[in-house]
C-alpha cells in the first residue's frame, strides 16, 4: 500500500486508456464472445467484455501490455460490469466471484512481468468497479417517483462479493467509477469498508464521479463540490472525475474540488465528445495539450483516458506528464 504512496508523492501517476475502445478493434464476434466453454449458453453474450477475461485471456492481457508499455503506471481491470447486478442482463450472476478473479489475475501477471523487468518504476492494478445499471436515488418510472429498481442493500452485496473477488485476485487497489449516482457509489464504499474488516487488509480506494452534461452536475443531481463533500468520510486515496466529457470541459469540475481537499485528485477524460456515429476523434495531441491546461495549474495527480482513448493517447499524455510535478498532497487547514 505504501508503495502509492509514495509514487503519488514522487509523479504524476498515469493511469489506462478505454479497455472498451481497445476491445472493439479485435472485432470478437458471438462465437468468439462464447469460447468453447460457453458455446450452448442460452443468452446471447456478445458485448459483454467482462466475459472476455475467460474466454479470451490472451486479448485483456495483450491490451494490459500495450498501457503498460505507453507509460502507464495504473492499469483497471476488465470489470467495469462485475456486479451481479450488471451480469444479470446475461444471465450470468453466478460468474461473478470468478470473472473478477480472473481479470485481476491477468492484469496483476501482466503488471508483475513489467515490475521485473523496471522495478524502479512500480505498476499497479485498480480493480474496476462499474456503477451498475441501476440507480438507488432515482425512479426510473416517471409514473412513480418513489419506485426504485434497486435498493442499498441489494447494492452493497454486490459490490462485496465483486470486492473480494479483485482483492483475491490481486488487485493492488480499487476504482469505483463513473459515479452518476452518489448512493451507488455510497454503497460500493460501504461494501468496501465491511471486506476490509472481514479480510483485515488495508487497500487504498480510488473514486471517480462523472458529470454528465453542461450543467456541471451529476445524474443525481450533485455540483462537483457536493460530490466532493458528501464521500468525503471516507480514506480515499483519490478523488476525481471520468468519462461523460473531454478533457477541456471537465476542467472547471477539477478546479472546483482540487483546492478542497487533501485527497489525491484524479481525472480520466473521453477523447472529446462522441460524433454523430458515437466515435470519439479526438486526437493523442489534441487531448494531450488539453490535459497540460491541468498539469500547468497544479490540479491532477493521477491522470488517464475514458471512452476513445488508445495506447497513443495514453503515451502522449504520459509524456506530457513527466515534465510537471504532481499537485502537492497535503492536509487542508480547516
Not at 24 to 50: C, H, I, M, V
Not at 259 to 279: D, M, Q, R, V, Y
Amino acid at each position: 500500500m505504501s508503495k502509492i504512496y509514495q509514487a503519488l508523492q514522487e509523479r504524476i501517476l498515469v493511469l489506462d486508456g478505454a479497455m472498451g475502445t481497445m476491445l472493439q478493434q479485435y472485432n470478437f464476434s458471438e462465437a468468439d464472445f462464447r469460447g468453447d466453454r460457453f458455446k450452448e449458453y442460452p443468452s446471447s453474450l456478445k458485448g459483454n467484455n467482462d466475459l472476455l477475461s475467460l474466454t479470451q485471456p490472451k486479448a485483456i492481457a495483450e491490451i494490459h501490455q500495450k498501457y503498460f508499455e505507453a507509460g502507464a503506471d495504473i492499469v483497471e481491470t476488465n470489470t467495469f460490469s462485475g456486479t451481479t447486478i450488471a451480469m444479470a442482463d446475461y444471465n450470468m450472476e453466478n460468474l461473478v466471484y470468478e470473472l473478477n478473479y480472473e481479470s485481476a489475475k491477468i492484469a496483476k501477471q501482466v503488471a508483475n512481468e513489467f515490475n521485473l523487468k523496471e522495478p524502479n518504476k512500480p505498476r499497479f492494478v485498480a480493480g474496476s468497479i462499474g456503477p451498475t445499471n441501476r440507480t438507488a436515488s432515482m425512479s426510473p418510472d416517471v409514473n412513480d417517483p418513489g419506485y426504485r429498481a434497486v435498493t442499498f442493500n441489494e447494492l452493497r452485496i454486490a459490490y462485496k462479493e465483486q470486492v473480494e473477488a479483485l482483492i483475491d485476485g490481486g488487485a493492488d487497489l480499487l476504482l469505483v467509477e463513473t459515479v452518476f449516482d452518489t448512493l451507488n457509489a455510497k454503497a460500493a464504499l460501504f461494501a468496501i469498508e465491511e471486506v476490509k474488516e472481514e479480510k483485515k487488509v488495508d487497500i487504498p480506494i480510488m473514486l471517480s464521479g462523472t458529470i454528465t452534461d453542461a450543467s456541471g452536475r451529476t445524474l443525481s443531481g450533485q455540483t462537483a463540490e457536493a460530490f466532493l463533500i458528501s464521500v468525503s468520510h471516507i480514506p480515499l486515496l483519490s478523488v476525481g472525475f471520468n468519462c461523460a466529457l473531454g478533457a477541456n470541459l471537465l476542467q472547471p469540475h477539477l478546479e472546483a474540488i482540487a483546492s478542497k481537499t487533501h485527497f489525491a485528485i484524479s481525472a480520466h477524460p473521453n477523447a472529446g465528445l462522441p460524433n454523430a456515429f458515437g466515435e470519439y476523434d479526438e486526437s493523442p495531441e489534441e487531448m494531450g495539450a488539453q490535459i497540460e491546461e491541468y498539469l500547468k495549474k497544479d490540479l491532477i495527480n493521477i491522470i488517464g483516458g475514458c471512452c476513445g482513448t488508445t495506447p497513443e493517447h495514453i503515451k502522449v499524455i504520459s509524456d506530457i506528464a513527466s515534465k510537471y510535478e504532481p499537485r502537492p498532497i497535503k492536509e487542508l487547514a480547516l
